[in-house]
């Protein structure tokens, strides 16, 4: 009998702590959620930022791709070692110095005038200027945006619209027209549970985003 009731109290007691390690581990996680997303949040601020600066430099995509770093600075302490932080806009398969871009004229992409961004050169004084490609713009003059904000509609903000993946946090930066007139930042991704459970995007995966768009200074 004593040894029933010995083995009894052992079994109660290994899921009584079994119980207050999972709640403990749980109450940690959603701590760590919540601040998660409000650095998700802070972070897509600083990017908008720094990338809403008036692109001088003859490769408009370095303004973009110092809004992309400084949005991956802000939210790195906060998502260490439940995310790895990508900035690679095109699925992940093309970094910013392989972008292209095309000579505008009065909003109006020129053909046959295509080349990498950080190759243009411009006159300060030419009629024209460099910008993204039309698919790499987040607004109407992208074939893509079928009315609306077309938030999202840029091939650059692909690894944000793709779904939630544990693990994985894309930074995605575009301006929303050539000249510019704003910019849109989307981070968005999924982080590692510390507690397992079926989350809406799958095993162990709590998905975290913000959307952000902010007018861009002159243009000049």
Do not use: K
């Not at 992208?142 to 938030?151: A, D, K, L, M, V």
Request: a neutral charge.
């Amino acid at each position: 009998m004593r040894q029933r009731e010995s083995g009894q109290s052992m079994v109660e007691m290994a899921l009584g702590v079994t119980i207050f390690l999972l709640a403990t581990l749980g109450a940690i996680q959603l701590g760590l959620l919540a601040l998660a997303q409000e650095g998700v949040q802070t972070a897509a601020l600083a990017g908008a930022r720094t990338a809403s600066g008036a692109p001088l430099n003859s490769n408009p995509t370095l303004t973009l791709e110092s809004g992309a770093t400084a949005a991956r600075n802000a939210l790195s302490p906060e998502v260490a070692g439940m995310a790895t932080l990508t900035l690679c806009p095109g699925a992940g398969t093309s970094c910013w110095g392989s972008l292209e871009c095309v000579r505008y004229q009065s909003g109006i992409p020129q053909p046959g005038t295509q080349e990498l961004c950080n190759s243009v050169s411009t006159n300060s004084n030419a009629p024209y200027t460099y910008g993204p490609l039309p698919s790499d713009l987040d607004g109407p003059q992208n074939p893509g945006c079928h009315g609306g904000g077309c938030f999202g509609s840029a091939a650059t903000m692909a690894p944000c619209a793709a779904a939630a993946v544990a693990g994985r946090v894309a930074i995605c930066v575009a301006y929303t027209s050539w000249p510019p007139r704003a910019v849109d930042v989307w981070v968005a991704g999924g982080l590692r549970a510390i507690v397992p459970w079926i989350g809406s995007s799958g095993p162990g995966t709590i998905p975290v985003a913000s959307r952000l768009r902010l007018a861009v200074e002159a243009f000049s």
